[in-house]
């Protein structure tokens, strides 16, 4: 997808490039989820969105288990989601999650 997108500047092709990125347009004018902007998680969209979180988000894995701790007053504001996003990323890289996706709830017997 990445690739694609560069072929389309090279080939300078900028409505291409958009609809890569930002997803393709609906009829009704709006985009899909479907870009590469919509698939990354929000925490990897940019160096930008990485630098204000430096020192926000900070991982301590000299203790047992490792801890991810988010300092919310040194986050901006239009970079909390992505905060949050990075750290649950930072807990699933150390303890995982289960997989097979979520749970089932239990559905009483019937008969």
Known sequence: MLE???AARLDDKPELVSEILEG??????????DGLLSIL???ARGAA???ALVGAVVLDDSVSPPTVS????RVPTEHRL?????ASELVDAYYGRPKGGRP???KP???
């Not at 992505?82 to 990075?86: F, Y």
Request: no cysteine; net charge neutral; aromatic share 6%.
């Open 41 to 43: 998680p929000k925490w």
């Open 4 to 6: 694609d997108a560069l």
């Open 24 to 33: 393709t347009l609906r009829e009704d004018g709006r985009r899909s989820s």
């Open 49 to 51: 969105v990485l630098d």
């Open 104 to 106: 089932r709830k239990n």
């Open 70 to 73: 988010v300092h919310w007053e």
């Open 82 to 86: 992505a905060a949050a996003s990075l």
């Open 109 to 111: 017997e019937t008969g």
